[in-house]
């Protein structure tokens, strides 16, 4: 009982009044009589850990961004690295290559690093071009919008159900917190320019 009593608080704040204790599930009106004298509430300011669960974006793409024109460096492929202004076939190799062999480039401008592209070239296609995801990718990102998707509704369909205990509720609400964290960080990482 004790356990229920914590988990109502956790879920709906502080008591207000002793009587509120009525409305823990398994308290009623007969238990409240039999403790009434035993039980008090506090002013002192304290509040609820439950914070409403926001719903995962409604956008089809998760992580798009503005710059949806913009050619990703990092997953472009070599005829899409061939149209940008300054690059042919064998500087885009390059920049292929140089992305397998030291990782995912973490800002745009460490296209420069890649032999053969230069500050010059890199002023004619800096406007064109991004540098998202650095070591993410899109299918972690999307692994991550599943997972979040899915403890939203998980947690939603329990706050519904009358006979969901406090215990289901506080575990899906805690993974819910859990996605929700993991697909923010892969999002503001993703999302980097």
């Known amino acids: ?50 914070h409403p669960p926001s719903p995962p974006p409604s956008q089809t793409d998760p992580y798009a961004s503005g710059s949806s024109n913009k050619l990703n460096i990092n997953i472009a492929t070599q005829e899409e690295l061939e149209a940008l202004p300054g690059i042919g076939p064998a500087k885009a190799r390059a920049i292929i290559d140089y992305r397998t062999r030291y990782g995912k480039f973490s800002k745009k401008e ?21 540098a998202r995801g650095g070591a993410v990718t899109s299918n972690e990102l999307e692994l991550a919008y599943r997972n979040y998707s899915e403890a939203y509704r998980k947690f939603q369909s329990l706050q519904s159900d009358p006979y969901a205990s406090y215990s289901e509720m506080r575990r899906a609400y805690d993974r819910y917190i859990e996605t929700k964290k993991e697909y923010d960080r892969l999002v503001a990482k993703y999302g980097s320019r």
């Open 110 to 130: 460490d296209v420069k690093n890649v032999p053969g592209i230069g500050d010059s070239i890199y002023r004619q296609i800096e406007s064109s071009i991004v």
């Open 1 to 50: 009982m004790a356990g229920e009593i914590i988990d109502y608080r956790f879920f709906y704040g502080p008591f207000r009044t002793p009587h509120d204790i009525v409305k823990v599930r398994g308290i009623g009106e007969e238990k409240y009589q039999a403790i009434r004298n035993l039980v008090k509430t506090s002013s002192s300011g304290y509040s609820s850990y439950y």
